[in-house]
């Protein structure tokens, strides 16, 4: 009998082809994208376009989208909460969904995180200005705005990042183990 690997023990490569194993084959026009962070799953895969009425203005084909995913979410209710228990069971993180239509993410069962911090007063004044001005109703609101910010603007930075965050999880991976004498 093999064993189960638990989340730290596994690569995003296989946990990619552990949802790829669990989701039906018709859900997803292609294998789904799987996303993962210290606290949660996000398996995001793509639906099949709608096919408008010749002439269909925006609003329609917006209209249909919507729908399709709308209808996507209903059917396939059932299976995804089995394929997430068993996926919280074993990799204890929340599993979230999401589908891609038209280039259009929808998000529909995601995990809003608290993060602690501590902010110095000009910080602080930053996130005060941003409520005060009704952008955001509390400073927890203003900094998650602020955090979808730099996320939008400075995508291409973050990416950057990531992989060298890659590259030094890798060089860790061929060192010594902590623990270990020579």
Known sequence: MQEWKTMAEMTLDELRGWFA????????????????????????????????????????????RESRVDAFREDTREQRMAIADDAQRRFRRIVSWGARVGGETHLFTTAAVPVMTRLRMRERGVLDTLVDAGVARSRSEAL????????????????????ALGGVKEARSKGPKPGRQN
């Open 21 to 64: 194993g669990r989701i039906p084959d018709d859900w997803f026009t292609g294998a789904p994208e799987v996303t993962v962070d210290r606290e949660e799953i996000l398996v995001v895969g793509d639906i099949p376009e709608v096919k408008a009425a010749k002439g269909a203005g925006e609003a329609e084909a917006a209209a249909a």
């Open 144 to 163: 998650a705005w602020c955090v979808r910010l730099v996320g939008d603007n400075e995508s291409a930075w973050i990416e950057t990042l990531r992989g």
